[in-house]
């Protein structure tokens, strides 16, 4: 499966599927400009509604097994002040040292671990960044720490019960520091210094940013957008095996269910990971500015909500028979083929458009531009294939829990959301770029993610 795979989170670039021309010009040209759909009021109910959301979801998974009756009941019940300092505690001292701590000892390792650089992808002015790639090596040594430091006893029991105890503390130190804080610091360097590119308006150029790149003097591991991503994806995993320890130690063995969310959430990054310099093509490193909604989506998003599945389960257990195995595997693998598959023909037919595809020479549209866009594969199926490849994985993740609540599905019901946004972002872009070509390419693949349906 890893062999074949081109590029984990491609859904988020650029995606139609075109074998550029020689002397087609390489600047700006395939660089979309930042997609500020928001506006005002959509930057301002999303900086404020998305970390109530992901604070009410842990608060019912921690304190009403993840009920959401339950859970509603209980808000309607309560005084809005107590209720505020139950969804948002204050920092704790203990809060503070491990949130500060996680980040500069990862920080410490991107620095140190050898790895070698790579140059990005072309930006809209036309430059390419370095980049330090040592992220699989950090990923696997991380979360080997922590299954050593619990095996042998080096991480006191006492220590992991009072990191479940003060989890919304938790979740509000990173809130406070590195989401809101943090972007805060990156919205007054880009003011102060007069770098980037803003619209003018102060609240959708908090929520979206200033810089697309921000470093510290130009340094390739200061990168903040690079590691902050990096680092939330390996903090996603690392909260799944922390709710295992947990499940082990309170019921004596580990479930099924628990086995299964926490090895393809494991495989997911691992994936990212050994393919990490491809996430350099995604729009999100082209194109899109460090503002809150990054910030926030890769310091507290990613972590406390995609960890929401193995949460579930560890407050619902589910005495799963080894069925499940095969069918979530198998579903799994199905997925990622598709989307494996997918990227690599894009890939392949990038770098020679004339090498066949499912045994066959490859079908392409001809544009006015020059441009060739591909019709066959995948991409004669669907035209973002791979982000249906995508969807089902993320069904994968909350399968385990064999339950119909919307928490365990969580990952599936925001990725889906965010995909059909960005499908209907590039199909405006692709039909301003490409006019009459581009409605007889949707005549022929009418389909954008499933067949028949949509």
């Known amino acids: 499966i890893f062999a074949s795979s081109f590029n984990m989170r491609q859904r988020t670039s650029t995606t139609e599927v075109v074998q550029v021309p020689s002397e087609a010009p390489k600047k700006v040209q395939n660089v979309p400009e930042i997609d500020r759909f928001a506006g005002t009021f959509g930057s301002l109910a999303m900086t404020f509604g998305l970390p109530l959301l992901v604070a009410l979801l842990n608060w019912s998974c921690q304190h009403f097994d993840g009920n959401l009756t339950l859970t509603l009941e209980n808000i309607l019940a309560s005084e809005p002040l107590t209720l505020f300092h139950s969804l948002f505690p204050s920092p704790t001292s203990f809060s503070v040292q491990l949130v500060f701590g996680w980040f500069v000892s990862q920080f410490l390792l991107h620095v140190l671990v050898p790895g070698y650089m790579y140059t990005g992808f072309e930006l809209k002015d036309g430059s390419?960044?370095?980049y330090k790639m040592n992220g699989l090596v950090c990923y696997l040594f991380t979360l080997w720490l922590f299954v050593a430091g619990v095996y042998?006893?080096?991480i006191p029991?006492?220590?992991?019960?009072?990191?479940?105890q003060e989890w919304q503390s938790i979740y509000v130190t990173v809130l406070v520091y590195f989401a809101f804080g943090f972007s805060f610091i990156l919205y007054f360097k880009g003011l102060l210094f007069n770098q980037g590119d803003p619209c003018g308006n102060p609240i959708v150029d908090f929520f979206y940013g200033y810089e697309a790149n921000p470093r510290v003097f130009g340094i390739?591991?200061?990168?903040f957008k690079f590691f902050f991503e990096g680092r939330a994806l390996t903090l996603w995993v690392l909260i799944g095996f922390f709710f295992a320890e947990r499940e082990i130690r309170t019921t004596g063995s580990l479930s099924v269910s628990m086995f299964l969310s926490c090895l393809v959430h494991f495989l997911y990054i691992l994936h990212y990971n050994v393919h990490e310099e491809n996430v350099l093509s995604m729009v999100d490193f082209t194109s899109e500015h460090q503002g809150f909604m990054l910030q926030y989506g890769n310091t507290a998003f990613l972590p406390f909500c995609y960890t929401l599945p193995e949460f579930y389960i560890l407050k619902n257990p589910v005495h799963a028979s080894l069925w499940l195995v095969p069918l979530t595997l198998g579903l799994y693998a199905f997925g990622y083929t598709i989307f494996a598959q997918t990227n690599l023909q894009k890939k392949q037919f990038r770098e020679d458009p004339s090498k066949p595809i499912w045994g066959k020479a490859p079908k392409v549209l001809h544009t006015s531009s020059g441009r060739k866009l591909l019709i066959s594969g995948w991409?004669?199926?669907?035209r973002k294939m791979?982000?249906?490849?995508d969807l089902i994985q993320a069904f994968t993740f909350g399968l385990p829990a064999l339950s119909f609540h919307i928490i365990p599905f969580i990952n599936l019901i925001f990725l889906t959301s965010l995909l059909i946004q960005r499908e209907r972002r590039d199909f405006r872009y692709c039909k301003l770029r490409y006019g009459k070509d581009w409605d007889e390419y949707c005549e022929k693949v009418p389909a954008a993610m499933i067949p028949y349906v949509y």
């Open 386 to 389: 791979n982000y249906t490849g």
């Open 152 to 154: 042998f006893d080096y």
């Open 157 to 164: 029991t006492s220590v992991l019960d009072q990191v479940y």
């Open 220 to 223: 390739p591991v200061s990168d």
């Open 379 to 382: 991409w004669g199926v669907g």
């Open 128 to 130: 390419r960044l370095p």
